[in-house]
């Protein structure tokens, strides 16, 4: 199996070996902590890591960054990377609007809505001129943080967008009033290829890949830079890949590893420096309905997701 190795301005281009090791535990089992234990010069993706400053404060907010959260692999972290790199941001003064673009509607759920129980969401805005989405978007418990929420509704949109001119720039144009009022709108699509996923990276300027450490993972990783690229090339030439985000780090397993250290040599400077790792937290703040920084503010978890914020707001 071989993925291709994105150029500098995010194309894909030759191809790299990703054979990976049997897995092999070495240690014992419990929870994860941050992988600085593996070195602080380091850092879980073996290279030094780069120094990101603290962000400075604004005196004014917008034009937005579009950020799309893609991978057509579910159960990839994509949704909790969603909701803590939001909450990450808003602690840094930045206003974002989190758009739930997922039938499934776990972003809304993550968040303490529940989305059998709306009377509109993001389907209604995109769907009827009468809708707009001041009417939909609700705050959350996170200051600076909003919501455009979203239900198994959304699924008839893919249905009905087919026959519509222009459908792939549907959501763009929904989006693009509020890139006055906000920072960062991150997009979480569903885990597929579908017209609503190009509609997300058609309005993006940036598609950020969460990619779980392991093997299976990396499978898919090519036919979604084929997408990009097609994307790019057809609909939204300004679209960049922002980063890959290594997710379910497990720095316990030589399998972990060996996916991180393909992955790194895969792609170079577009993965990031920070590492999510596996925690027993996430799934708490799940049943909870808040992002890590506010239901675990100390823990490792927390850290990284700022951490990740500080390496988006510097690119």
Not at 87 to 105: K, M, N
Not at 126 to 138: N, P, T
Not at 177 to 203: H, R
Not at 221 to 231: C, F, N, Q, R
Request: charged fraction near 20%; glycine fraction near 10%; aromatic fraction near 4%.
């Amino acid at each position: 199996m071989s993925t291709p190795q994105p150029s500098a301005d995010g194309r894909s281009r030759g191809a790299v070996d990703l054979s990976i090791a049997p897995e092999k535990t070495d240690a014992p089992g419990g929870e994860v902590g941050n992988s600085r234990g593996l070195g602080e010069t380091a850092g879980p993706t073996g290279r030094p890591r780069r120094h990101i400053p603290e962000p400075p404060m604004l005196d004014k907010h917008g034009p937005a960054v579009v950020l799309a959260m893609c991978n057509q692999k579910g159960g990839v972290g994509k949704t909790t990377s969603t909701i803590n790199l939001g909450a990450a941001l808003a602690e840094y003064g930045r206003r974002v609007l989190l758009v739930d673009f997922d039938p499934q509607g776990a972003l809304s759920v993550g968040l303490g809505v529940q989305p059998h129980q709306l009377e509109q969401t993001v389907y209604n805005v995109i769907m009827e001129r009468s809708v707009g989405l001041s009417d939909v978007v609700r705050g959350t418990s996170v200051a600076g943080m909003d919501l455009l929420p979203s239900n198994i509704d959304l699924s008839a949109a893919e249905v009905q967008l087919v026959s519509e001119v222009g459908r792939e720039q549907t959501l763009g144009r929904v989006l693009h009033p509020a890139t006055k009022e906000y920072d960062y709108i991150l997009v979480d699509c569903q885990p597929s290829l579908g017209l609503l996923t190009v509609n997300a990276l058609a309005a993006a300027d940036a598609v950020m890949i969460p990619l779980e450490c392991e093997f299976f993972s990396l499978r898919g990783v090519a036919l979604l830079m084929d997408t990009i690229e097609k994307v790019q090339d057809r609909l939204n030439p300004r679209l960049e890949i922002s980063g890959i985000l290594a997710t379910m780090f497990d720095p316990r397993t030589l399998h972990s590893r060996e996916v991180m250290s393909r992955v790194v040599e895969a792609f170079g400077d577009i993965v990031f420096d920070s590492v999510i790792n596996r925690t027993v937290r996430f799934p708490e703040t799940t049943v909870a309905g808040e992002p890590i920084t506010r239901w675990a503010p100390q823990s490792s978890g927390s850290e990284s997701y700022r951490s990740l914020a500080r390496e988006v707001i510097s690119r």
